[in-house]
């Protein structure tokens, strides 16, 4: 099976700008959650989306969102870039339906740079 | 809430020593736990999980972890390291999202 691809995988972009990236699961995975990852944070999770439908969010903003279509891939967004959003953006796909014991998979990740 | 804490932000051993990685938990209730590795400019890989079937755990790579509830304790070992090894190396729980350590950074010294 493919694994989860993110695109694109680098991205430069202004403050006041807005990002979208995409993320397509393993085939047969429902779910789709987004972390961020910081030197000074580290791995933050970002929100979970599951048959279309925000399943859990994390502490973030609200220019921070996301989608998910009826093919399962999803897309995060965020509005008004600032500074701090510099990060690697990764998305990891799971069944979605056997809790939390369930295995994430991680994509390559979407390195993004504010300027 | 569930959470883990990885003790040393850096590791650095010898090709063919021992590497030892600590992970301890804190959960009110019995804790599914992961250990995942990144290599440079990678996403995160799965090396192995714990999900109650048994205390020691072997993953891939020759890496294995023993769960230890009386220390709340999921150290990450493998017996000889490589120099493939160099990576980062995340140790984390699953709380209907995955909640992260630090990570800790391994060098392998030739």
């Known amino acids: 099976k493919a694994g989860v691809t993110q695109t694109p995988r680098y991205l430069i972009k202004t403050r006041g700008q807005q990002v979208t990236l995409s993320c397509s699961p393993i085939?047969?995975?429902?779910?789709v959650s987004w972390y961020q990852q910081t030197p000074g944070q580290g791995l933050q999770f970002l929100f979970e989306?599951?048959?279309?439908?925000?399943?859990n969010k994390g502490n973030f903003p609200g220019r921070f969102s996301g989608r998910q279509f009826s093919n399962s891939r999803s897309e995060m967004n965020v509005s008004t870039l600032e500074l701090g959003d510099s990060a690697l953006y990764l998305c990891?796909?799971?069944?979605?339906?056997?809790?939390?014991?369930?295995?994430?998979?991680f994509g390559p990740g979407t390195r993004l740079l504010v300027l | 809430a569930q959470s883990v804490t990885q003790l040393g932000s850096h590791v650095s051993v010898s090709e063919g020593a021992l590497v030892l990685l600590r992970c301890n938990y804190s959960?009110?209730?019995?804790?599914?736990l992961f250990w995942y590795v990144q290599y440079p400019n990678q996403g995160l890989q799965l090396l192995l999980k714990?999900?109650?079937?048994?205390?020691l755990v072997k993953g891939i790579n020759g890496f294995e972890a023993e769960f230890k509830k009386s220390e709340t304790s999921f150290h990450l070992t493998k017996p000889s390291a490589h120099m493939s090894d160099a990576a980062e190396y995340f140790c984390?729980?699953?709380?209907?999202?995955?909640?992260f350590g630090a990570g800790t950074t391994v060098t392998v010294r030739a």
């Open positions: 990891a796909s799971s069944i979605g339906t056997s809790g939390t014991q369930e295995t994430q998979y």
């Open positions: 085939s047969g995975h429902r779910s």
């Open positions: 989306y599951f048959s279309e439908t925000q399943r």
């Open positions: 959960s009110s209730v019995p804790p599914y």
């Open positions: 714990y999900t109650s079937a048994a205390t």
């Open positions: 984390a729980i699953n709380d209907y999202k995955l909640s």
